[in-house]
């Protein structure tokens, strides 16, 4: 059985910083590209960021780009999402999710090819 545990959510001042976990268990990540989506009250979900099982390549949505920073330690089997310049429209519950697929961004952005997802943590940016 896949778990995957996201953490580090809470309230946080526009401007200000936050750094999301995503523990997994049940699987090793090392395998397996790593995703993180988010999803805002009446909107749908959306890409975020994903990292392919090397840590060496990484994709972006445009609107996080250059504020974001996702990272692994497949020692810890964790995935980290750090959340720097914060704005107001980033607030959202923030998912993690394992994928066995990395293709281009446009691909890889796709919220079917990963198959197993976290509970979600909130984040509210307050302005």
């Known amino acids: 059985q896949v778990q995957l545990v996201e953490s580090g959510g809470g309230l946080v001042q526009a401007g200000g910083s936050l750094r999301l976990s995503c523990a997994a268990s049940?699987?090793?990540?090392?395998?397996?590209?790593m995703g993180w989506f988010r999803q805002a009250p009446g909107k749908e979900r959306e890409f975020v960021t994903a990292i392919h099982w090397s840590g060496v390549n990484t994709y972006y949505a445009d609107s996080v780009k250059g504020r974001f920073t996702i990272s692994r330690d497949n020692a810890k089997n964790t995935v980290y999402l750090q959340m720097n310049s914060l704005k107001p429209e980033d607030t959202a519950v923030y998912y993690c999710a394992t994928s066995q697929v990395w293709s281009s961004r446009d691909y890889t952005s796709r919220g079917e090819i990963y198959d197993y997802w976290g509970q979600g943590t909130q984040v509210t940016v307050s302005s």
């Open positions: 049940g699987r090793t990540l090392s395998s397996y590209a």
